[in-house]
């Protein structure tokens, strides 16, 4: 079993920057791969961002070149650093851990509204 804790979710004016941290409940040195999903009102969830255990890092088009995600195995954390917000971005920010092919674990998210 593998727990994911977010945080750093809020409230943010748009243009404004946000950092979610996600950490894990063993070493992030163990997973396949670990990513961020979004969710917003009466949509699917979607891929954000996501890296892979060779630092390997893909992004969604619609956040290309305003978010980055980061892995920091000495404290078994995934950042994701969120600049030049758009109101679209808002959603619930869930972290996903994936330690083998067959099992898939997600964080309870963290709310992200972008709002003037």
């Known amino acids: 079993q593998v727990q994911l804790v977010e945080s750093g979710g809020g409230l943010v004016q748009p243009g404004g920057s946000l950092r979610l941290s996600c950490a894990a409940s063993?070493?992030?040195?163990?997973?396949?791969?670990m990513s961020w999903y979004r969710q917003a009102p009466g949509k699917q969830r979607e891929l954000v961002a996501r890296?892979?255990?060779?630092?390997?890092?893909s992004y969604a088009d619609s956040v290309k070149d305003r978010f980055t995600i980061s892995r920091d195995d000495a404290k078994n954390t995934v950042h994701l650093q969120m600049n030049s917000l758009k109101p679209e971005d808002t959603a619930v920010y869930y972290c996903?851990?994936?330690?083998?092919?067959?099992?898939?674990?997600y964080g309870q998210g963290t709310q992200v509204t972008v709002s003037s």
């Open positions: 063993r070493s992030t040195l163990s997973f396949m791969s």
């Open positions: 890296i892979t255990s060779g630092g390997s890092t």
């Open positions: 996903n851990a994936v330690p083998s092919i067959l099992k898939s674990y």
